[in-house]
DNA sequence: ATAGGCCTGACG
DNA sequence: CGTCAGGCCTAT
C-alpha cells in the first residue's frame, strides 16, 4: 500500500509524537507478521524500551530503541499504523499492540497481512533481507543522476527497474507511473535504449513525484491513512495511475493500461515514448 | 523474465 | 461469481 512518501509522512507523525516514549508491553495477535527473532523474544525484547529515534528507509520504518535494538516494520500492501488512547477502539484487523507505558497505544493494522515486522540488533540488518538489499534513497541530496544511471543498468523495462527495492528505495507502482508520465518516457522501454537526457528527465520526475506526494499528504487509493487515521489528497492528482480511458492531461489522449512484471501500468501512448 | 503465492475486501 | 488491488518472495 504505502510507498515512499506515506511510509516518510508516517515516519514524521511518529517521530513528533513518539521519541523518547518508553513501550510498556506489546501483543501479537498474528505472529506470522512477526518474522525476528521468535514471537516470544519479539515481546520480550520490546517490553521496556524508549523510542530513540523514528527512520525510514525505503518502504521500512525503523525505530532505534534504547538496549541498541531496531524495530523494523513494513507495511506491505494495507498495512496502517494508528496511535490511539488507552482502550481508544480498535479497528478491524489490528493484528500487533504496542501499549506505551503514557498509556497511549500503537496500534497495527493490516487486512491482507502482507506486511512484516522485526526487532533486530542495532546494526544487524541480515535478518531482513529486503532492507539489507536496499538501493540508494532517492530523496536524499546525494541521489544525484549519475546514482539514477547506475541504478538502471541493463536490458529489463524501465517500470520493473524502479519497482526493484534494490536499485532504487521506496518507489512502487503508483510513483513508478506517475514519474514515467512526467519524464515522458514509456514504462515499457527497455533500459539500455535510454539516453543520458531520459536519464536526466526520469530523475527530476521521481524526485519531484515523491516530494509533491508527500506535501498532498500522500495516495489514498483504498487503505492508506496516516498516523491519525486520515486519508491523503494526492491521488486526485495522479495524472495516469489507475486512469485507464480517461484523457491524458497534458494532451488528452486516453490513457492506456498494459500489465507489466505482473503489475497494471497506466500511461500515455502519446506523451510517453 | 514471468507466473504464482501469500491474504482480505471492494466492486461489477 | 470473477477481477482487481499500493508488495515482495519463490520457483520455473
Do not use: W
Not at 63 to 84: P, Q, Y
Not at 102 to 124: H, N
Not at 129 to 157: K, N, Q, V, W, Y
Not at 215 to 227: A, E, I, K, W
Amino acid at each position: 500500500m504505502p510507498e515512499l512518501p506515506e511510509v516518510e509522512i508516517i515516519r514524521g507523525q511518529l517521530e513528533r509524537e513518539l521519541l523518547g516514549a518508553r513501550i510498556a508491553a506489546c501483543e501479537v495477535a498474528l505472529t506470522r507478521l512477526v518474522t525476528h527473532p521468535t514471537p516470544l523474544g519479539y515481546r520480550r525484547g520490546l517490553k521496556g524500551r524508549a523510542i530513540v529515534s523514528v527512520g525510514r528507509r525505503g518502504k521500512y520504518l525503523l525505530f532505534a530503541l534504547d538496549g541498541k535494538r531496531e524495530l523494523v516494520v513494513h507495511l506491505g500492501m494495507t498495512g496502517s499504523l494508528i496511535l490511539s488512547s488507552r482502550g481508544g477502539a480498535r479497528p478491524r484487523h489490528t493484528h500487533i499492540v504496542f501499549h506505551l507505558e503514557d498509556g497511549r497505544d500503537l496500534l497495527y493494522v493490516d487486512p491482507r497481512t502482507f506486511g512484516e515486522t522485526a526487532l533486530l540488533r542495532r546494526g544487524d540488518r541480515r535478518p531482513m533481507r529486503g532492507l539489507d538489499r536496499m538501493g540508494p534513497e532517492p530523496l536524499e541530496d546525494g541521489f544525484t543522476c549519475e546514482c539514477l544511471a547506475s541504478a538502471l543498468r541493463g536490458t529489463c523495462r524501465v517500470k520493473s527497474a524502479l519497482l526493484d527495492q534494490s536499485r532504487v528505495a521506496g518507489i512502487g507502482n503508483i510513483y513508478s507511473d506517475e514519474a514515467l508520465h512526467r519524464a515522458g518516457v514509456s514504462p515499457l522501454r527497455r533500459l539500455d535504449t535510454l539516453s543520458p537526457t531520459e536519464i536526466e528527465r526520469i530523475h527530476s520526475a521521481v524526485r519531484e513525484v515523491l516530494r509533491e506526494a508527500i506535501s498532498g499528504g500522500g495516495s489514498s487509493v483504498s487503505d492508506y491513512v496516516n498516523l491519525r487515521g486520515e486519508r491523503g489528497a494526492f491521488q486526485d492528482d495522479h495524472r495516469v495511475y489507475r486512469r485507464e480511458g480517461e484523457p491524458c492531461p497534458a494532451c488528452g489522449t486516453s490513457i492506456r493500461r498494459e500489465v507489466i512484471s505482473g503489475r497494471s501500468s497506466y500511461f500515455c501512448p502519446k506523451c510517453q515514448k
